[in-house]
Structures are given as structure tokens and as C-alpha cells.
């Protein structure tokens, strides 16, 4: 099986329409007394998970640096059941519906900040009708312009496969102990661990790299067959 790295379209599919917004409810970001880093990620998105549920909702709803790590403990164990036992929590995690607004006609897919990825309401029944398996959408709540334009979900993606050690320098091979933080960007070559790859997937959001999208062949195939716009994909390595 060959996987592939997900990146925004170009030519000849570029990406059309844009939105500006954001998810409901975040973590905030944390000063780690341990590695002394200030920081608060990106990639973890949780769009499924209602936190409306918690008295301490509004606690969630803007990005801010939590200085008590205690505090920031406190509150991301809050929402630990209110996602999978095993999905990832992080500093700057966010979660519920984007919220905002967007402006169409929109491409098939939406993939504007490379972490996020939107598909139009239409195109996603023709796609589910090619066998891929495991994608799972979520409602956004943005307002959309103009009136009648077909509306985007977005991809509620699992957190499975890791990069390979061997493409991660050495400094940076332990996360820090207390925040999680791994402190490397994107290896320029970077290579999939072919043991972490799970065989029920077709889209998946890497475990240590969040902000990475990665798709099988038989997702690639299934977009080129169907003629859709607005993705591109750059194969990876797998070891």
C-alpha cells in the first residue's frame, strides 16, 4: 500500500472558496515547568466532541496561556472522556465545530491550513460509494455566502501512524515527560513507520506530527477516479 501526504490543491485542481474560523472550545496553551517551554500545538482537532456538557465550558471558548500547569492538567483531564480513551490531548487541542464564516462557491475539498480538511456536503456520498473506509464527517457551524451555496463538513480525522524514528533527530526522539512536547518541525524528508499504520484507515492525522494528513493509494485513487478538485498528494516513504 502507498500513502501519501495530503497538501492543498494546485494545478490543475486548485482549491476554491475560503472561510475564516475556528473550533468551538480549545485548551490553552501551557508555560511547561519542566522543559521550560511556552507553547501550545497544532494539529489536534477533536471537532466530534461537545463541551457544552462541562459546567466549566466557557473556560474553553479563547486561546490564552495557562501559567498554573496544575490548572491546565485539571482542565484537559476534564474533557478526557469526552474523547476516544487513546486520541491524543495537548496544549492548544481544540475541539466542537468551526465557527466563522465562508465564502463559496467551494472546491470538492477545502484544505486551506493544512490541518483542516472540509469537503462539500455533495461530493462526500459519491466518495463513501468507493469503499474507503473509516472517514467520519462533522456539521461546521460557519455561515455561508452566498445564500444557497452547497455547504462544507469537515473531517473528523483519527490520530494513527507516527513518523519514523529514523527521520526525527536524535535531540528531539522523547517528547518532554510533563507537557508532551516533541520541539521539531517537519523533517523536509519526512518517512512513514510502516508498523503504526493502521489497515482500517484511508485518512489518518499523524500521532507525533498532527499538523501531517496522510491518505492511502486507495484514497488518491478514489478522488483522481471521481474527478474532484481542490487536493494535491505527495508520496511518502514508508519503512
Known amino acids: 500500500m502507498r500513502f501519501y501526504d495530503l497538501l492543498p490543491g494546485g494545478e490543475p485542481d ?9 473550533h468551538r472550545w ?23 466532541a461537545d463541551l457544552s456538557v462541562l459546567s466549566e465550558a466557557k473556560k474553553y471558548e479563547k486561546a490564552r496561556l495557562e501559567q498554573d500547569f496544575t490548572e491546565y492538567e485539571r482542565l484537559r483531564d476534564q474533557v478526557r472522556g469526552l474523547v476516544s480513551p487513546d486520541d491524543p490531548l495537548e ?13 463559496g462557491p467551494f472546491s470538492a475539498f477545502v484544505h486551506q491550513y493544512g490541518d483542516i480538511l472540509l469537503v462539500r456536503e455533495d461530493v462526500l456520498e459519491p466518495l463513501l460509494s468507493k469503499g474507503l473506509r473509516g472517514l467520519r464527517t462533522v456539521r461546521t457551524a ?4 452566498p445564500k444557497g ?6 473531517f473528523d480525522v483519527q490520530h494513527r501512524g507516527m513518523l519514523h524514528p529514523d527521520c526525527i533527530p536524535p535531540r528531539f526522539a522523547t517528547p518532554c515527560p510533563k507537557c508532551g512536547r516533541r520541539g521539531h ?5 519526512p518517512i512513514l513507520d510502516a ?11 499523524l500521532r507525533n506530527y498532527a499538523m501531517v ?3 492511502t493509494q486507495r484514497f488518491k485513487d478514489a478522488v483522481e477516479q471521481l474527478e474532484l478538485d481542490g487536493l494535491s498528494f505527495r508520496e511518502l516513504p514508508v519503512r
Not at 14 to 22: D, K, S, V
Not at 185 to 189: D, N, T, Y
Open 213 to 215: 494528513l496522510v491518505v
Open 142 to 145: 460557519l455561515r455561508f455566502r
Open 195 to 205: 508498523a503504526s499504520l493502521p489497515p482500517d484507515l484511508d485518512l489518518m492525522r
Open 14 to 22: 486548485p482549491q476554491i472558496g475560503e472561510y475564516n474560523g475556528a
Open 185 to 189: 518541525g517537519l523533517p523536509k524528508e
Open 91 to 103: 496544549p492548544g487541542a481544540t475541539f466542537g465545530p468551526l465557527v466563522g464564516t465562508a465564502k
Open 26 to 48: 480549545m485548551l490553552p496553551g501551557v508555560n511547561c515547568p519542566t522543559c521550560k517551554a511556552i507553547w501550545g500545538g497544532a494539529g489536534v482537532h477533536h471537532p466530534a
Open 149 to 154: 451555496v452547497e455547504e462544507l463538513l469537515e
